[in-house]
Structure formats: structure tokens, C-alpha cells
């Protein structure tokens, strides 16, 4: 049972590129979301969804798009890469909306130059 | 606006000592409230969770109480062990309104248990 399991663990990309980060859960969770940890600061929503085929905005949405195409995966893009977006992004799912017990991968800290 | 608020960014105590985190909140509407563990380079993990309904909710060392009037919350660890030591973060989360789904996070405590 491997939980969470996001890919990759580091990146770096330049201004303006583009890329996905991958979000796989095998616990058949139908609450899947995307945070980002900044210093000082908790993590904050970016997108979330209930359901394949069901997503919405967080707090943070803009510059990411996500889909939800099967329950297992949900993964999260860049579109464009700013240096506003360094941060450590984690993925979370949990059984209920309450996201009581949500269980995180490990991160995959990212730095835009 | 920061909704869920952890005004002491650290901590310090001593092993076998109770560690007492503290969180407040604006948001009338929250009726859940977790609180997470993490230690670096890792994900958080989910350490305990209180309904609005309850005032009390002990698991083990842990026990969360919530202070619905005075929109307080706080994590007490008693005895507190240097394994403890890792970032603590409260969250919370309201039903309807479109707030379902959605947990806010305050920016955490780092708590650091001295052997």
C-alpha cells in the first residue's frame, strides 16, 4: 500500500516552461487535492476535487490547471512558469469531504529561475 | 485575511513536559478542526480532529480542546518526547456555503522537545 506517491521529488525549470506534476493514490479516495507550502506560510489550496471528472478552484488557482480523469490520479500543471511558484507542492486524498485523516505525499519542491 | 491563526511560530519544552499549541480562528462557519504533523521532507500526517459539537477530543498523549466562544483551540502533548519535535500546523474546515471540501491551514508551530 503505497498511499500517496507524487513524482517528482525536485525540479527546476526556467521562466515561462511548462510541466506537470504527477499525484497517484491507490487507497480509492475520492477527495484528491493540490497545496503549496511557502515559508511562513501554511499550505494553501490550489486546486481540489471530489471525483473523477470533478474539480475546482482553491485559494491559490492561478498559473495551475488540474484534471481528473480517473480516481487514482490527479495531477497538477504548470502552465507557465513564473518564479512566483517556487514552493513545495503537496497532494492530498482523503475518504471524506471533511478530509478528516487526509493522507499527503511527500512533496516535490520546486524552484522556477 | 487569515482565517486559522497560529500566532507562536516556536516552541521549546522539555521531555516529559506538556506542550501546549494554540490556534485561533475568524470564520463563524468553521465546524471542523484538525490538527497535522510534519517533520522536514515530508508530507503531513493527520494527527487528531475535533467537531464543533465537542469541546474535547483526547487520542493517547494528544488531546484537542475547543473553545467555540472565544474561537480557540489548542493541542495539548503531555508527556511530550523529542519524537514530537516537527512542525505543527491546525486546520479547519466548514460545511456548506461552498466552503465544503476545503481545509484552511494556519502557518504552524515548530515545536521542539528538549531531551
Known amino acids: 500500500n503505497a498511499g500517496v506517491t507524487q513524482t517528482p521529488k525536485f525540479q527546476v525549470l526556467k521562466t515561462g516552461q511548462s510541466m506537470t506534476l504527477q499525484c497517484a493514490q491507490d487507497m480509492n479516495h475520492e477527495y484528491m487535492s493540490w497545496y503549496r507550502q511557502d515559508p511562513g506560510m501554511g499550505l494553501r489550496l490550489i486546486h481540489y476535487?471530489?471525483?473523477?471528472?470533478?474539480?475546482d478552484q482553491g485559494e491559490v488557482p492561478n498559473g495551475y490547471n488540474v484534471s481528473r480523469s480517473t480516481t487514482e490520479d490527479f495531477p497538477l500543471r504548470l502552465l507557465s512558469a513564473a518564479p512566483s511558484q517556487t514552493s513545495v507542492y503537496f497532494c492530498?486524498?482523503?475518504?471524506?469531504?471533511?478530509?478528516?485523516?487526509?493522507?499527503f505525499g511527500q512533496g516535490t519542491r520546486l524552484t522556477v529561475v | 485575511d487569515q482565517q486559522v491563526k497560529q500566532n507562536s511560530p516556536s516552541l521549546s519544552v522539555q521531555e516529559g513536559r506538556i506542550s501546549i499549541l494554540n490556534c485561533d480562528y475568524t470564520?463563524?462557519?468553521?465546524?471542523?478542526f484538525l490538527w497535522y504533523k510534519k517533520y522536514p521532507a515530508e508530507g503531513p500526517t493527520f494527527l487528531i480532529s475535533?467537531?464543533?459539537?465537542?469541546d474535547k477530543n483526547e487520542d493517547g498523549r494528544f488531546t484537542v480542546f475547543l473553545n467555540k466562544s472565544a474561537k480557540h483551540l489548542s493541542l495539548h502533548i503531555v508527556p511530550s518526547q523529542p519524537g514530537d519535535s516537527a512542525v505543527y500546523f491546525c486546520a479547519a474546515s466548514a460545511t456548506g456555503g461552498g466552503s465544503n471540501y476545503k481545509l484552511t491551514f494556519g502557518k504552524g508551530t515548530l515545536l521542539t522537545v528538549n531531551p
Open positions: 492530498a486524498s482523503s475518504r471524506d469531504f471533511r478530509n478528516t485523516e487526509a493522507f
Open positions: 475535533i467537531s464543533s459539537i465537542k
Open positions: 470564520n463563524s462557519m468553521f465546524d471542523y
Open positions: 476535487s471530489v471525483g473523477a471528472g470533478i474539480t
